[in-house]
C-alpha cells in the first residue's frame, strides 16, 4: 500500500507551495463544474491575449471499490490517481473569444495483482482502458476543450471541442478528466426569464478516451481491425446500448456516425414556477424528450416545492438492431415485452423542503416496463431525484425511492463551511431483467474549502449497496473515493 500512501504524500507536496490570494479566481461545484472569474473585454485584437487568463489545476483522485468477497468476476481494487490541468480563455475582443485546455492523469495500481483492467469499476475513468490493455500505459493525456465562441447580444455560438451542460449532456467532470464535445452549440438568453440551448454534437470524447469517437456507436472489430478490447474504442459509457455495434449497424443499414442533436430549454416566466423542456435525437436511430415542472410554495422560514418530470423515449431504428436491453440480449429472452423496440417512458416526482441551510428531497421515479432508457453522454434520466453515486437506475420496470438531505449548499463553488449530502436509495428492480435488480444504496459525501486556503479543496465520498436476495450472485460493495483540488 507504500505506493498509494507515496501519491498522497506527493500530492499534498505539489499542492502546499501554491499559495495564492484570499479569493480564488475559479471554485469548482459540488457537481464538478467550474465557476471562473469575469471575462475580459479588449478593444484592442492585440489584447485578446495578453488579457486572457490561464487556470491550473492539480488534483488528486483516490478510489478504493472493495467487495464482501472477491470472486473471478469481481476484484476488490484500490486505485490512486494524479493529475493536472490548464486552462486558457482568452480576453474578448469584438465578441469573439477562444478556449483551450489540456489534462492530463496518472492512474496507479498494483498491475500485478489486477487479474483484468475490468475491475477499476469507477476508478477506470483515471486512465484509458484501451491504452492500457494495447500498450500498457497507465498515464492519460487528453486535449479536452478548443473552441471558438462569439456573443450577440445574450447569444453565444461556440464551434469546436467544448463542454456542453444540458439535461441529457454533462461534463460529469468528477474523475480527472471532463466529458467533451465536438461541434456547435447555441445557448441564448434573448427571451425574457428563458434559456435556450441547441447543440449539434458530431463527436464525444468520454472522460476514459484521448481522442474523440462517434456519439452512439460501440466498437467492434470490423471498426477497429487488430486491435485489443475494440469495445473500448467508441462509446464505451456505462448507459450506452451495448448492441449498437459497428458491425449490427452496417447490417441495418444505419449510419454508424450519426450526430447528437440537443435541445434544452427552461423557463422562468410565471413567478414560483420553473418549466423545464429538452430533447435529444440520433437521426434515424432514437430520440428522446423530458418536460419537468418545479413549482415553490415559500412559508415563513422554510419553502417547499414539488415536482413532476416525465420522459418519452421514442425508437426509429435503434431497438431492432441492439434491442430494448442497454445490455445485449440473449437470443429468445422473454424478459422485454418487445425485445426489439426501445420505446419507453419514464414519470418521476418528488417533494423538496428547504429549511435555512438544509435541503430534503423525497423523489420518486419509475421506468415503466418497457424498454430500457438510452442516455450515454453523461446527462442522468433519474438526476435530481433518485440517482446517488454511481447508481444506474432507468432499466426497464425500475421503481426508486430516494431520501436525500444537504446541508450548506451553494453555487459558487466555495464552500468554507462544509457542504454534506446524505442519502437512502431503495432501487425496486426486475429480476427477469438482471440478477442484482433490488438493493439499498447508502451515501455519504463531504466537501469543503480550507478557510484559510479556499483555493484547496478536498471531497470525501462513500457508498454501501447492499443487494437484496442477490448476496449469492453479487457480493455487496463499499465505494469510497478521496479528492483534492488545488486550483490557482
Avoid: C
Avoid at 370 to 391: I, K, Q
Amino acid at each position: 500500500m507504500h505506493r498509494y500512501a507515496t501519491s498522497f504524500l506527493l500530492s499534498l507536496g505539489l499542492l502546499s507551495p501554491l499559495l495564492m490570494a484570499d479569493i480564488p479566481k475559479q471554485a469548482i461545484k459540488t457537481n464538478g463544474q467550474l465557476v471562473y472569474q469575469k471575462q475580459k473585454n479588449v478593444e484592442n485584437f492585440n489584447e485578446i491575449l495578453s488579457e486572457g487568463t490561464l487556470y491550473g489545476r492539480i488534483r488528486s483522485n483516490n478510489f478504493y471499490f472493495t467487495y464482501d468477497h472477491d470472486d473471478g468476476a469481481h476484484e476488490s481494487a484500490p486505485l490512486a490517481s494524479i493529475g493536472a490541468s490548464l486552462v486558457y480563455k482568452s480576453a474578448s475582443w469584438s465578441g469573439f473569444d477562444f478556449t483551450l485546455a489540456y489534462y492530463g492523469s496518472k492512474a496507479i495500481f498494483s498491475e500485478s495483482s489486477l487479474d483484468s483492467i475490468s475491475h477499476l469499476k469507477p476508478a477506470k475513468d483515471t486512465l484509458s482502458r484501451y491504452e492500457y490493455a494495447n500498450n500498457g500505459s497507465t498515464a492519460l493525456y487528453a486535449l479536452g476543450q478548443a473552441n471558438i465562441n462569439y456573443k450577440y447580444s445574450k447569444t453565444n455560438f461556440t464551434l469546436g471541442r467544448q463542454l456542453v451542460e444540458t439535461f441529457y449532456t454533462k461534463s460529469n467532470d468528477t474523475k480527472m478528466i471532463p466529458n467533451s464535445f465536438d461541434g456547435f452549440v447555441v445557448s441564448s438568453k434573448e427571451m425574457p426569464q428563458t434559456k435556450v440551448t441547441l447543440a449539434y454534437l458530431a463527436k464525444q470524447k468520454l472522460r476514459d478516451h484521448m481522442n474523440s469517437h462517434n456519439v452512439f456507436l460501440v466498437g467492434d472489430s470490423a471498426s477497429a481491425y487488430g486491435v485489443t478490447r475494440p469495445e473500448w474504442t467508441q462509446n464505451d459509457d456505462s448507459a450506452m446500448l451495448k448492441g449498437l455495434t459497428y458491425t449490427a449497424l452496417k447490417a441495418a443499414g444505419k449510419p454508424t456516425d450519426a450526430p447528437l442533436i440537443v435541445l434544452d430549454i427552461e423557463n422562468k416566466s410565471v413567478q414560483n414556477l420553473k418549466i423545464n423542456f429538452a430533447a435529444y435525437t440520433v437521426p434515424q436511430l432514437l430520440s428522446q424528450t423530458m418536460g419537468e415542472l418545479n413549482y415553490k410554495i415559500n412559508f415563513h422560514g422554510f419553502s417547499v416545492t414539488p415536482a413532476l418530470r416525465y420522459i418519452q423515449q421514442f425508437d426509429h431504428g435503434a431497438g431492432a438492431v441492439a434491442g430494448a436491453s442497454l445490455n445485449v440480449l440473449v437470443a429468445g429472452s422473454s424478459a422485454y415485452k418487445n425485445p426489439h423496440s426501445l420505446d419507453s417512458k419514464m414519470i418521476a416526482a418528488r417533494i423538496v423542503t428547504r429549511i435555512d441551510e438544509y435541503k430534503i428531497n423525497l423523489a420518486y421515479t419509475n421506468i415503466l416496463n418497457e424498454a430500457d432508457l438510452v442516455t450515454p453522454w453523461r446527462g442522468f434520466p433519474t438526476a435530481g431525484y433518485t440517482r446517488s453515486m454511481g447508481m444506474y437506475n432507468w432499466k426497464a420496470n425500475t421503481k426508486s425511492y430516494r431520501i436525500e438531505l444537504v446541508k450548506n449548499a451553494n453555487n459558487t463553488g466555495v464552500y468554507t463551511k462544509p457542504f454534506i449530502q446524505t442519502s437512502v436509495l431503495y432501487i425496486d428492480g426486475d429480476e427477469t431483467k438482471s440478477t442484482t435488480a433490488d438493493s439499498m444504496f447508502y451515501y455519504a459525501g463531504l466537501v469543503q474549502n480550507i478557510p484559510s486556503m479556499p483555493e484547496l479543496q478536498y471531497r470525501v465520498r462513500l457508498g454501501y449497496r447492499d443487494f437484496i436476495h442477490s448476496s449469492s450472485v453479487i457480493s455487496n460493495y463499499l465505494d469510497s473515493r478521496l479528492e483534492f483540488n488545488y486550483l490557482f
